[in-house]
């Protein structure tokens, strides 16, 4: 059972039908105790990286995912936000995130580009992963964006003014700076692919 993180601020309504269309089963996650089958969990992304934090940890989350994701290597797709706290700390608020992949999330210098960036954009995937996932266009809403300090963990390129990770993966853990969900045929094939 896919487990979808709702935490009161993200998508997850749209990421679950999502899950549901290509034919998995799914259901939302809101306590700690929701995540006992899971066999994979999505966090969906949409708001501040702070507010995502305190909510998830308010909830008893965090700590849960940590246990689930980290310790039980159950299969985990962080979306947009959600792909932003996995790393250690976010100048969205000045957050203490999650931690798991070394690295900060920093925001698009607005003197250069369009803050923040929306609509669809090119995304290379690099450094090989056991999914094989094809180059396309994919669709971005977000004015910050991670930096990883080990450039293994990056696993998908886009340009906004200069070169920016846009898909992350080390072991069990993927992250998807662009919205997997709303991504038309090239989101629901890389879904496919991760459920």
């Not at 306590?31 to 969906?44: R, S």
């Not at 980290?70 to 969205?92: A, D, R, T, W, Y």
């Not at 990770?165 to 989101?187: C, D, L, M």
Request: net charge negative; with cysteine; charged share 20%.
């Amino acid at each position: 059972m896919i487990k979808i993180i709702d935490y009161k601020a993200g998508n997850a309504p749209s990421v679950l039908h999502a899950v549901e269309r290509l034919g998995y089963q799914a259901e939302f996650a809101a306590k700690p105790e929701d995540l006992a089958n899971a066999t994979g969990i999505i966090l969906p992304g949409v708001g501040s990286a702070g507010a995502t934090m305190k909510s998830l940890q308010e909830s008893g989350m965090a700590d849960a995912l940590t246990e689930y994701v980290v310790n039980k290597k159950i299969p985990f797709l962080g979306v947009c936000v959600g792909m932003q706290i996995l790393f250690e700390h976010s100048e969205e608020d000045d957050a203490v995130c999650f931690g798991w992949l070394k690295g900060c999330v920093k925001k698009f210098d607005s003197s250069v580009v369009r803050v923040p960036q929306m609509g669809w954009n090119q995304v290379r995937f690099v450094n090989e992963t056991p999914l094989v996932a094809n180059d396309g266009h994919f669709y971005f809403v977000n004015s910050y964006y991670a930096k990883p300090k080990d450039p293994s963990d990056i696993w998908g390129i886009a340009n906004y003014g200069e070169d920016f990770t846009a898909a992350v993966r080390r072991g069990n853990i993927y992250g998807t700076q662009f919205h997997i969900e709303k991504s038309g045929e090239a989101g629901l094939r890389l879904l496919r692919m991760l459920c």
